[in-house]
């Protein structure tokens, strides 16, 4: 596991009947849901997140459409794409994160271990720097 993310590739449990992508809390997941959001409407050109969160986890999978995630220690940066309904991310807390490139038919979905607390955002890059340098 790479200590920024990993990768979840969900079972895809569907048959002649259609797909069908459980994801459970505390098993297929490292944590227990406590918030769940989609992001959808958003085109090529818009960025999403542009934060790190001090206690926050997350979970991010496109179940329908594309997107690109960039995620960064600020030190290594990597890209995802998120491609398939069945790959997920795992982002642990700490870590900045960049969505973009959706697709037209793009919903994002992502689940937290955590209720929403606008306290718990850096949403500043260099003020993310200087923290980082300190741990």
Known sequence: MDDMYKILNFKDLGDERGKLVVIEGGIDIPFEIARAFYIYGSDSTVIRGQHANIKS?????????????????????????????????????????????????????????????????????????KIMKQR
Do not use: C, Q
């Open 57 to 129: 986890e997350f979970i991010l999978v496109n179940v329908a459409g594309t997107s690109k995630l960039m995620i960064t220690d600020g030190t290594k940066k990597e890209i995802v794409n998120l491609d398939k309904p069945m790959k997920a991310v795992y982002i642990p807390k700490m870590m900045w994160k960049e969505m973009y490139d959706f697709s037209p038919d793009s919903v994002l979905l992502v689940l937290a271990n955590t209720h929403y607390d606008g306290k718990e955002y850096i949403r500043d890059y260099d003020e993310y720097l």
